[in-house]
């Protein structure tokens, strides 16, 4: 079964009340065996769309966090069954960058509807 449709309508419904995202994650290219690096730096780019959505307790508990200090987002990605990358930068109100710190992809068959996002500077 596809939830190609749902994830439409929410991207739609986040789109109007939420905001634009860009998640931008560089990672280096695979080591080769004699320890240096074999490919140039990669960079990601994933779009979405989020609104704050208050935050789970235990999550920030584990991650040593506080709701004030780092918001949780509910984020649609403009394609469908994108996830935005752990570690990544992220732009987030006016003029803060922040860091994805904790990424919960909802995904009932395996490819990802929309995520909760938690992030902090």
């Not at 998640?23 to 769309?49: I, M, R, Y």
């Amino acid at each position: 079964m596809s939830y190609a449709g749902e994830h439409s309508g929410a991207l739609s419904d986040v789109r109007e009340a939420g905001v634009a995202l860009t998640f931008t994650s560089t990672v280096l290219g695979d080591e080769s065996s004699a320890g240096k690096f074999a490919d140039a730096p990669v960079t990601t780019t994933v779009s979405a769309f989020g609104t704050e959505d208050g935050g789970d307790a235990k999550e920030y508990e584990r991650l040593g966090l506080t709701p004030l200090e780092a918001p949780r987002l509910f984020v649609v990605c403009e394609t469908y069954g994108d996830i935005p990358p752990l570690n990544s930068k992220v732009s987030f109100g006016p003029g803060a960058e922040y860091n994805v710190k904790s990424v919960k992809p909802y995904r009932p068959d395996g490819v990802a509807i929309f995520s909760y996002v938690i992030i902090a500077r």
